[in-house]
């Protein structure tokens, strides 16, 4: 246990990147997430091993941060994205590779109301049971966010939608917290994630026709 205290001070030792605060856990989750998300844009399966590794690092660096709903959040992620990775490989009804589809009205709906619950109820948690100073946003975003890993796992086009409005939030969330270098990843997140929008879009839209 003492030597696992010594590698999680050593990994959380700060570090100033070009005048970014930042520590040694932080840049590698950093770049796991960065290059995450490229390979999500891309549909490569392989985009969810990287997923589960930059989760269990990116937890670490958030229980420091006293983001608890962010950490649970990394755990749920790594659940997910075993999840994800069979439904990309095996995912649809002949057990072929999962293709790109939208969600219809209702089922926008009940994403959105899955979200607002989410949040109330990761809400109230956070106040009740940890010493969070941020349960609002946390709970907010937490929730978001396994909405939005969800439609990712079934690769719905809105899945980058829900990614947009969560990443830009994350990154005045994260700018509070002065994890400044998490706070310009979710920066680049929303440019990519506005790019995932514009190809799974074109690819949906390919699919689509290719059926008509």
Do not use: C
Request: proline content about 2%; cysteine-free; glycine content about 8%.
């Amino acid at each position: 246990m003492n030597e696992l205290s010594v590698l999680l001070g050593y990994l959380n030792m700060p570090w100033h990147l070009a005048g970014v605060a930042t520590s040694p856990l932080e840049l590698v989750s950093f770049i796991l997430s960065v290059a995450t998300v490229w390979l999500n844009i891309r549909q490569s399966h392989w985009g969810w091993l990287f997923a589960i590794i930059s989760s269990a690092t990116y937890g670490l660096v958030f229980f420091g941060s006293r983001l608890y709903g962010d950490m649970a959040l990394q755990l749920v992620f790594i659940a997910v994205s075993f999840f994800g990775w069979h439904q990309w490989l095996h995912g649809d009804d002949s057990h072929e590779r999962l293709p790109v589809s939208t969600l219809d009205a209702r089922a926008r709906w009940l994403a959105a109301a899955a979200w607002l619950a989410g949040f109330a109820l990761l809400a109230w948690f956070l106040k009740s049971y940890t010493d969070t100073d941020v349960p609002n946003s946390d709970g907010f975003l937490t929730a978001g966010s396994l909405v939005g890993q969800l439609l990712l796992s079934r690769k719905k086009v809105e899945n980058w939608h829900v990614w947009i409005i969560v990443d830009v939030l994350y990154v005045a969330l994260y700018l509070h917290k002065h994890l400044v270098l998490t706070a310009v990843l979710y920066a680049v997140f929303v440019g990519m994630a506005v790019i995932g929008l514009r190809a799974w879009s074109s690819d949906g839209a390919s699919g689509r026709m290719a059926l008509e």
